[in-house]
């Protein structure tokens, strides 16, 4: 498959209906954070089926030639072509050797001002950014977060998915003490996100979770707070909602 042939597949799959919805359900309308968005209304499933229809042609193999696919697919003004790029480029990552994979990692960090909506950063941070820098230097992240884009914040905290599933906790502890405590980070998609990995450390290791809740519960974002401890027992949950209350007092 070809670009063309993977706009096409698309269109084919596509729902009116469906896309009035999805703008909709990504904030498009003027002032939101996908303001200005265009949606075909395919839904996921149907994009991963194309992806694994692209691989599956032997044609399309090549590094250089996903890559020019890609690259053409995330211009594009329709949000599902994006996304249906950047999951050919995850199934490239996995399918890459270490020195493909240096060259699809910058490619990731050099396009991210069209890694521009949350579902985006989910599905190709946590294996482009994440796995890549498993044994490397993370100060990257970190440079992430500092950033004035809300996608590459958010890119910095979904990329360490991948550590906290090997049970590394130090770098999303340290970045959700940066970007909440430290930043006063204001976006409530950077809120979700961050509870969200806290939600997964504690899901592994419950003391890590409470360590870094019983110094910050009290200064963190609710919305980051609910996140968090939703899988906790109702006593901890409790706990922690009071913290907040009372500091508000």
Known sequence: MDTDQIRIALRQVAS????????????????????????????????????RRYFSDKMSSTVKHTLSVVRELLRSNYHEERLTALLILVE??????????????DFYLESLNYVNNWDLVD????????????????????NLASSGHLWSRRVA?????????????????????????????????????????LREVGKRDRGALDSFLDRFAASMPRTALRYAIEKLPDAARSRYLKATRSLCR
């Open 16 to 51: 009116k209906d469906k896309a009035i919805i999805l703008a909709r359900f990504f904030k498009t309308g003027k002032g939101e954070y996908g303001e200005g968005d265009k949606f075909l209304g395919v839904i996921v499933p149907e994009q991963r089926k194309i992806v």
């Open 123 to 142: 599905v190709s941070a946590p294996t482009i950014v994440g796995m890549y820098l498993l044994d490397k230097d993370p100060s990257v992240l970190f």
């Open 92 to 105: 490239l990552f996995k399918k890459s050797g270490e020195k493909e994979r240096q060259l699809l990692f």
């Open 157 to 197: 905290v979904l990329a360490t998915f991948a550590f906290i599933k090997t049970g590394r906790y130090d770098e999303i502890l340290s970045l959700a003490e940066t970007i909440l405590i430290d930043k006063k980070e204001s976006h409530d998609l950077m809120h979700k996100a961050i509870g969200w990995m």
